[in-house]
């Protein structure tokens, strides 16, 4: 069975960091890419960033850019999102879903994504 399991979530004054995971099972991350994504209550489901798990080319929301980082083990079937300098704007649920390579460098499109998470809660209050 195919899928995707997001953890790492929780509570964070601004400014602090979390780190997020994101577990496959049941396929060979290495030949796909993974995306992060959020969606904040009422709002729309968001790209946040995107990870080749190839050749680890990556691609990040211009708001995000500089403050989170994606990053792939390939071994462990694992993605990671690592989420520095963090502000309520921040806060979110995210889910981590599969889609062909490559990412889109541009805007993704939502629906080229499958197999998603459940979703991590990230909360940012102080």
């Known amino acids: 069975q195919v899928q995707l399991v997001e953890s790492g979530g929780g509570l964070v004054q601004p400014g602090g960091s979390l780190r997020l995971s994101c577990t496959g099972s049941?396929?060979?991350?290495?030949?796909?890419?993974i995306g992060w994504f959020r969606q904040a209550p009422g709002k729309e489901r968001e790209e946040v960033s995107c990870?080749?798990?190839?050749?680890?080319?990556?691609v990040y929301k211009h708001s995000v850019q500089g403050r989170f980082t994606i990053s792939r083990d390939n071994a462990k079937n694992t993605v990671y999102l690592q989420m520095n300098s963090l502000a309520p704007e921040d806060t979110a649920i995210y889910y981590c879903?599969?889609?062909?390579?490559?990412?889109?460098?541009?805007?993704?499109?939502?629906?080229?994504?499958?197999?998603w998470g459940q979703g991590t809660q990230v909360t940012v209050s102080s």
């Open positions: 990870i080749d798990m190839r050749d680890g080319t990556t």
């Open positions: 049941g396929f060979n991350l290495s030949y796909w890419a």
């Open positions: 879903a599969r889609k062909f390579r490559p990412c889109n460098p541009v805007d993704e499109v939502l629906s080229d994504f499958g197999s």
